[in-house]
């Protein structure tokens, strides 16, 4: 009888333990930010979503490299950042329009990830998943 208790016991408790370690897998919470930033992001298949909270692996900048150089651009000063879609090892190189009117070009980790509220919920999407990204000033 005892036996039978304590089988019951591990089962239950397995079913709990286990079941607990599922998620959604969804983003149900945006990363903190300082200012908001609203923009139009462009996927690869053209489809585009409007945001605002728009962060940056949750930050307020983009970073990347410039040769050997590791760079930051705040988002202050970037009007529009468009990926070129050349790849090198695990970076995609984008061309960052700034405010002023200059351009620069920077290579970017492919995995990197962006995060924003739209109308119809929150949003994330990786840079290799992205063609543009306009701020809306």
């Known amino acids: 009888m005892l036996q039978r208790v304590f089988s019951v016991i591990v089962i239950l408790t397995a079913f709990i333990l286990l ?3 599922g998620g959604t897998g969804g983003l149900e919470q945006l990363p903190r930010v300082d200012k908001n ?4 992001i462009t996927d690869v298949s053209g489809t585009k979503i ?3 909270k728009f962060s940056w692996e949750g ?5 990347g490299n410039m040769g050997m150089a590791q760079v930051t651009i705040p988002f202050d000063k970037v009007k529009e950042l468009m990926t ?9 190189r984008v061309t960052v329009r700034l405010v002023d009117g200059s ?5 970017i980790d492919a995995k ?3 995060y924003g509220a739209a109308k119809f919920g929150n949003f994330i999407l990786q840079l290799e998943e992205i063609k543009t990204i306009a701020f809306k000033r």
């Not at 930050?59 to 970073?63: G, L, S, V």
């Open 103 to 107: 351009e620069t070009n920077f290579d």
């Open 37 to 40: 930033y609203f923009v139009i």
């Open 50 to 52: 409007e945001g605002e």
């Open 19 to 21: 079941t607990a370690m």
């Open 59 to 63: 930050r307020i900048y983009f970073a």
């Open 84 to 92: 070129t879609g050349e790849r090198r090892d695990r970076f995609v």
């Open 112 to 114: 990197s990830r962006c």
